[in-house]
C-alpha cells in the first residue's frame, strides 16, 4: 500500500526555520519521484519544488521559494525533506508531499502526481 507521511509542520515565528518530513512506503516501482506543495486557505495548490529518488537525485525549486527552501533525500530512510529558512506570514498554509510514479523528470505540477500525503500544517507568525 502506498503511503506517504508529512510530519514537522508546527508553528514558527517570522524569519524561522523548519524542516518538514515526509516518509515513504509501499512503493514498488524503481523509479519515482516527490514533490513537495503547499495550499494557503482561498489560494490554489502551489508547486514548491521536487525530487528524483534515483540516480543522482535531480531536484528543481521553484521561483517562490529559491533560495529560501530546499528539497533533500535520505534514500536509505525512504525519505524526503522539505528545508525551510527564512519564513514569512505567507509561507503559512498545509503543506503535502506527493509521488510521480510515472515521470522521470521531476515537476512542480500538481497534476502529474497521483499519491499524495494528508499535510502538514505550517503557521508563521509572531
Known amino acids: 500500500q502506498l503511503q506517504l507521511v508529512e510530519s514537522g509542520g508546527g508553528l514558527v515565528q517570522p524569519g524561522g526555520s523548519l524542516r518538514l518530513s515526509c516518509a515513504v512506503s509501499g512503493f514498488t516501482v524503481d523509479h519515482y519521484v516527490i514533490g513537495w506543495f503547499r495550499q494557503a486557505p482561498g489560494k490554489e495548490r502551489e508547486g514548491l519544488g521536487c525530487i528524483s529518488m534515483n540516480g543522482g537525485g535531480t531536484t528543481k525549486h521553484a521561483n517562490s521559494v529559491k533560495g529560501r527552501f530546499t528539497i533533500s533525500r535520505d534514500n536509505a530512510k525512504n525519505t524526503v525533506y522539505l528545508q525551510m529558512n527564512s519564513l514569512k506570514p505567507e509561507d503559512t498554509a498545509v503543506y503535502y508531499c506527493?509521488?510521480?510514479?510515472?515521470?522521470?523528470?521531476?515537476?512542480?505540477?500538481?497534476?502529474?502526481?497521483?499519491?499524495w500525503g494528508q499535510g502538514t500544517q505550517v503557521t508563521v507568525s509572531s
Open positions: 506527493a509521488a510521480d510514479l510515472i515521470h522521470y523528470v521531476c515537476s512542480v505540477y500538481a497534476i502529474e502526481y497521483g499519491y
